[in-house]
Antibody, heavy 128, light 110 residues
């Protein structure tokens, strides 16, 4: 069955760095775009970053652009989120999620535009 | 990109129907037929209930349905059950592999 397991969360001081990991199993990892979505305590969901199935393209929310870097290692079925210059407002549960893919006769394989599986999340607390 | 606007709370009695709105702009909800809805119980990960405005994933009850008109999408839960009590979030694709979520709605079953 599909599994996404996040790790690497914890308490970190403002201005420091932290790397989150998302280990995937149960599907053809190298065929799927992967996302990070976060949720501050008691707040709503916020899309953070996207990485394409092959790692060639990456996209970020304005709130993290220039501070966070998403990457993936398809040989290890793992996606990473390197977070630097952390701020108190980055405190949140960080989820990784995947998008399904579909096949079209005209355009071949492509992503669907929603999140079909999510991990359980990892809590990042930025505090002195 | 601003969050999509949802009512903070919606409530209904068991067996009733409720509708949650999700209002955006022509750059998000109105511009793409890629609105999805997620159910989140306390302390749990979100679960997709509707995608592509009105499609239900396998295993999701047909009591859940979605629609869209202009810049506003809606999620309707019919035959409300106690297990439907949760937070619900809409999301819209906004191009270039980026997304925006709604502000979230707490559904209470009276």
């Amino acid at each position: 069955q599909v599994q996404l397991v996040e790790s690497g969360g914890g308490v970190v001081q403002p201005g420091r760095s932290l790397r989150l990991s998302c280990a995937a199993s149960g599907f053809t990892f190298s065929s799927h775009d992967i996302f990070w979505v976060r949720q501050a305590p008691g707040k709503g969901l916020e899309w953070v970053a996207t990485i394409w199935y092959d790692g060639t393209n990456k996209y970020y929310a304005d709130s993290v652009k220039g501070r966070f870097t998403i990457s993936r290692d398809n040989s290890k079925n793992t996606v990473y989120l390197q977070m630097s210059s952390l701020r108190a407002e980055d405190t949140a549960v960080y989820y990784c999620a995947k998008a399904p893919v579909f096949y079209s006769e005209t355009s071949g394989w492509g992503p669907e535009y929603y999140f079909d599986y999510w991990g359980q999340g990892t809590l990042v607390t930025v505090s002195s | 990109q601003s969050a999509l606007t949802q009512p903070a709370s919606v409530s209904g009695s068991p067996g009733q129907s409720i509708t949650i709105s999700c209002t955006g702009t022509s750059s998000d909800v109105g511009g793409y037929n890629y609105v999805s809805w997620y159910q989140q119980h306390p302390g749990k990960a979100p679960k997709v209930m509707i995608y592509d405005v009105n499609k239900r994933p396998s295993g999701v009850s047909n009591r859940f349905s979605g629609s869209k008109s202009g810049n506003t999408a809606s999620l309707t839960i019919s035959g409300l059950q106690a297990e439907d009590e949760a937070d619900y979030y809409c999301s819209s694709y906004i191009g270039s592999s980026t997304y925006v979520f709604g502000t979230g709605t707490k559904v209470t079953v009276l």
